[in-house]
């Protein structure tokens, strides 16, 4: 069934991926993005050739995760378009690279900022029209990093998005009886295909990094754990299976989708732990009587 799809974060990397693989699944997808008009102007200018190209209904939409106004917005133009909004795909992210002392307490506050905040701006702007359908999912893009092996330098990122899958994990049994399907997709750290570490953020202490980089116990680290997970990565990986597994959780029919999905090439362990947490947390809520939150009210 066609569904009105809006992702965030959609000018690269996954959110530019599984833009294009829902609309080719024959959905209406909107690609946000911020600063449609400046900096991420070719990336709307891309967009749009190629659905034009391929005759997708893949469009674009102004949207800041850090700005609820601006999150208000594209919800309102979303909804004044289509009547409806079916799926929202929290994928806005940004990850950082370096010793974790490095970083200063304001960088770790703006990764929240992103990763965190910014998925309850949309929840805010786009839940009452949800809620009011009775009807719809929150797809959250997840990261094996949560639960699964840690490599050093990671750790503002990886403390984000531990506290988005919590927030996910949460919003998931607070929405189930308005209707409202939740679903984690979860990517291993995929090296190639994808600019997350060529982008990531630095230490803005730098005299602090060097201490740990600079003919130090640490020197190399970072190097060697970069190079460690490349070398765990097969040489098939590809990026495109997490759009693909996305477009099937979104294809799945309604009340069968599943609560968490990885891919993770790599094998870094995550999956295990999920099995056993999202086990504990079936069990406990049928525990105290509520297991009825563990799959979303039909009343459509």
């Known amino acids: 069934m066609k569904q009105v799809i809006l992702i965030t974060g959609a000018s690269s990397g996954f959110g530019a991926l599984s833009a294009r693989a829902f609309a080719h699944a024959g959905h209406t997808v909107y690609a946000s993005m911020r600063d449609t008009t400046g900096r991420n102007a070719p990336q709307v200018k891309n967009t749009l050739a190629y659905a034009k ?10 949207l800041d995760v850090l700005s609820q106004d601006s999150a208000d917005a594209a919800i309102t133009q979303i909804i004044e378009q289509q009547g409806h909004l079916d ?24 990764l929240y900022d992103i990763n965190v905040l910014g998925t309850q701006r949309v929840n ?15 797809l959250w893009v997840g990261s094996s990093s949560t639960r699964g092996g840690t490599p050093p ?36 750290a995929f090296t190639k295909g994808t600019n997350h570490f060529l982008h990531s953020g630095k230490p803005a202490d730098t005299q602090r990094e060097r201490e740990y980089t600079d003919n130090s116990p640490t020197t190399g ?53 999920n099995a056993v947490a ?14 009825d939150l563990l799959r979303p009210r039909h009343t459509v």
């Open 53 to 62: 190209e391929h005759h997708i209904d893949l469009r674009t939409v102004e």
């Open 87 to 110: 799926v929202v795909v929290h994928n806005a992210g940004h990850m950082v690279y370096g010793p974790t002392e490095a970083f200063l307490p304001e960088q770790f506050a703006q």
């Open 124 to 138: 805010r702007a786009a839940l009452p029209q949800l809620r009011k359908q009775r009807n719809g999912l929150l």
């Open 153 to 188: 330098y990671l750790a503002p990122y990886f403390a984000a998005k531990a506290a988005m899958d919590a927030v996910a994990v949460s919003y998931a049994v607070e929405l189930a009886r308005w209707g409202i399907e939740s679903s984690i997709i979860v990517p291993g």
């Open 221 to 273: 680290l970072g190097e060697a754990s970069l190079n460690g997970l490349a070398a765990c990565e097969p040489e098939d990986a590809d990026i495109a299976d997490v759009a693909a597994a996305m477009v099937k959780i979104v294809d799945t029919p309604y009340g069968q989708r599943p609560f968490r999905v990885h891919v993770d090439p790599s094998d870094d362990g995550a999956e295990v732990v």
């Open 278 to 291: 999202d086990h504990i947390r079936k069990a406990f809520l049928q525990r105290i009587g509520l297991g």
